[in-house]
């Protein structure tokens, strides 16, 4: 199981101690979230921020590029310090030169996928990928509602993944909070990603193990090691 916050709800002001602070609350991940002002109505930031960033953890940072043009910022992302880049499968006949240009670049690929897009859309690539990121709001913003209709998405990813024999993570991306995230975990995600609900509380470290308890405890059935 991952926790990984979303730098998007940070306090930009401090970008730097927020950063800090996620490097000490326990969390395995850094999400770092660059809107393009075209893919989504909004533009959050870009590879100079991440550069800056970088220094100050060794957490793992995972890009979420909600851009049209991913491949002009991929490279600029691997040298400021990205472990993986998450492209959206919306982007269609570029996703697999984007896959190959991530992995060429030595980094992990993660593939996003919108709440309106058919799960189906991400099968023909997931011998490919790294991980799966499952948007459960539209993309854009924090702090929205998690859309539930998204959860059977996460049931078939999980079910794929089974039958196939493959080992992509299976991600969640917004609205996930204390109460969505164990019935996204009940589904088969095994990363939660989480802005607005982890970084409103005071105590960031105790957010992160409440919600790792949480989605340990509704991890579905499968998971659990066999009993003899
Ligand atoms: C949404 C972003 C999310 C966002 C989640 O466009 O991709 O990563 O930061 O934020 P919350 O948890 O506030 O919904
Ligand atoms: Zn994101």
């Known amino acids: 199981m991952f926790i990984a916050p979303s730098l998007l709800a ?130 854009g913003f924090g702090g929205q509602s998690f859309i539930y209709e998204t959860l059977p998405k996460i049931q078939q990813a999980y079910a794929w993944r089974q039958e196939k024999n493959l080992n992509y993570d299976i991600g969640v991306d917004g609205g996930v909070d204390f109460k969505t995230a164990p019935e996204c975990a009940q589904a088969g995600a095994d990363t939660f990603i989480s802005g607005t609900a982890l970084f409103g509380q005071k105590n960031l470290g105790a957010a992160v193990r409440k919600i790792r308890k949480l989605v340990e405890a509704a991890k579905p059935k499968a998971l659990l090691p066999e009993t003899a």
Request: net charge neutral; with cysteine.
């Open 10 to 139: 940070a306090n930009f002001a401090r970008l730097a101690k927020e950063t800090e602070r996620v490097d000490r609350s326990g969390a395995d991940r850094l999400h770092l979230d660059i809107m393009d002002g075209h893919f989504v109505p909004n533009i959050s930031f870009g590879p100079a921020v991440v550069k800056t960033v970088r220094p100050l953890t060794r957490l793992f940072f995972d890009v979420h590029l909600m851009c049209t043009k991913p491949e002009i910022l991929l490279e600029a992302f691997a040298r400021a310090g990205a472990d993986q880049m998450n492209i959206h499968v919306e982007l269609g006949e570029h996703v697999t030169a984007l896959i190959w240009k991530i992995k060429s670049l030595g980094k992990r690929v993660g593939l996003a996928i919108n709440p309106p897009t058919a799960i189906a859309h991400v099968q023909p690539y997931l011998d490919q990928v790294d991980a799966l990121l499952i948007m459960t709001v539209n993309p």
